[in-house]
């Protein structure tokens, strides 16, 4: 393999050319890549209005015992 010209930015020139295809695409043909590259145990994230809707978590009380508050009070 030879070095690229001076001035040259083979990596540059790749980008540029997968940015032309993916731009090309059709919504479909994009999410078939998509689908094809991405792992396969990936979730798609919740959409805001239904983690709304979720139930609040449950109160456990407090995060420590109260015998481990600092004495003294806050400063």
Not at 49 to 69: I, L, R
């Amino acid at each position: 393999m030879t070095d690229p010209a001076p001035g040259k930015n083979p990596i540059g020139a790749l980008l540029a050319g997968v940015e032309q295809y993916l731009s090309e695409l059709t919504a479909e043909q994009f999410a078939t890549v998509v689908a094809r590259v991405r792992p396969p145990d990936e979730k798609p994230a919740a959409p805001d209005d239904q983690a709304a809707d979720a139930p609040a978590p449950k109160d456990d009380g407090p995060a420590y015992p109260a015998g481990w508050a600092p004495k003294g009070g806050a400063k």
